[in-house]
């Protein structure tokens, strides 16, 4: 971050903790079996937040809840305005026909990327239902598509970014918005 950069928390590490309780008391109202769910990360905090979620509902309830990983890169229509990375493994660990996945990423944007990790997971079959859990939506949507469960709703503008941050991977927790002063973006 350069030094006109401002960081502004939105979600402080106490109030992420509770938001992840909250998010994981609303999929084990809304889902009706948990062991016929599948939850699937999308890179790369989706990852993380994915592991998180797993271990707060087997702490909750006691199911080992299964999940994967998809990386939507190849599947994008717009990898010439986002360019790419370095890509994750997808690992789905089950046959999908039947079950009901929970795709989650961190932060919801345009909808580009839950479109293509939507194309990417049907390239591995079809499953009986899928749910999107996203930690923060920013609004800005370019196509229809909505959270099922969601952390926090934070109007941005488009030159704003969000990031979670988590203690197993950025030594920090909390959800913050990257604001950027005129002069940055000249």
């Not at 717009?78 to 961190?106: A, C, F, M, Y």
């Not at 990327?113 to 009986?128: E, N």
Request: glycine letters at 6%; a neutral charge.
């Amino acid at each position: 971050m350069s030094n006109n950069t401002k960081k502004i928390v939105i979600l402080t590490e106490v109030e992420l903790r509770k938001t992840i309780s909250r998010l994981t008391s609303e999929i084990i109202e809304k889902v009706e079996k948990l062991d016929n769910l599948l939850l699937v990360g999308i890179p790369t905090r989706g990852i993380e937040l994915t592991e998180v979620l797993e271990k707060e509902l087997f702490s909750r309830t006691g199911v080992r809840v299964r999940k994967g990983i998809i990386d939507p890169t190849f599947y994008r229509d717009d990898q010439n305005r986002v360019g790419t990375r370095l890509i994750k493994i997808t690992d789905i660990p089950t046959p999908i026909e039947q079950h009901e996945i929970l795709l989650i990423d961190d932060v919801i944007y345009t909808g580009r990327t839950i479109r293509a990790a939507m194309d990417a997971l049907y390239s591995w079959g079809r499953p009986q239902r899928v749910m999107l859990l996203v930690m923060i939506d920013r609004g800005h949507r370019e196509l229809p598509i909505q959270p099922d469960f969601c952390g926090k709703k934070v109007p941005t503008s488009k030159i704003e970014s969000i990031s979670l941050r988590l203690n197993n991977v950025d030594n920090e927790e909390g959800v913050f918005l990257n604001s950027f002063h005129s002069e940055d973006i000249s």
